[in-house]
Nanobody, 115 residues
Framework: QVQLVESGGGLVQPGGSLRLSCAAS????????MYWYRQAPGKQRELVAT???????NYADSVKGRFTISGDNAKNTVYLQMNSLKPEDTAMYYC?????????WGQGTQVTVSS
């Protein structure tokens, strides 16, 4: 069973940067899209960024211009570069990789933005 493992979370001051990584433990064939979601305490999980194979990227309005999603289908890895972080970006961040047949989720990595 393929597992996704996120890394790169942590505590950062407002205005700082973090780079999240999400790597699959095995091969995922025919990747259709890769995603980053986040969930803050007491709130619903929200879609932050999407990269669709052959179709580009999309972002939530709240992170446009600050976050960049990138992926490497050959390495089954997706990244999220987060710049100009704000306290409201504090959340557990989850990655998801969708193939033609399955969806795979990571366990999450905590991002805390605080001075």
């Amino acid at each position: 069973q393929v597992q996704l493992v996120e890394s790169g979370g942590g505590l950062v001051q407002p205005g700082g940067s973090l780079r999240l990584s999400c790597a699959a433990s095995g091969s995922i064939f025919s990747i259709a899209a890769m995603y980053w979601y986040r969930q803050a305490p007491g709130k619903q999980r929200e879609l932050v960024a999407t990269i669709t194979t052959g179709a580009g990227t999309n972002y939530a309005d709240s992170v446009k211009g600050r976050f960049t999603i990138s992926g490497d289908n050959a390495k089954n890895t997706v990244y999220l570069q987060m710049n100009s972080l704000k306290p409201e970006d504090t959340a557990m961040y989850y990655c998801k990789i969708r193939s033609r047949r399955y969806e795979y989720w990571g366990q999450g990595t905590q991002v805390t933005v605080s001075s």
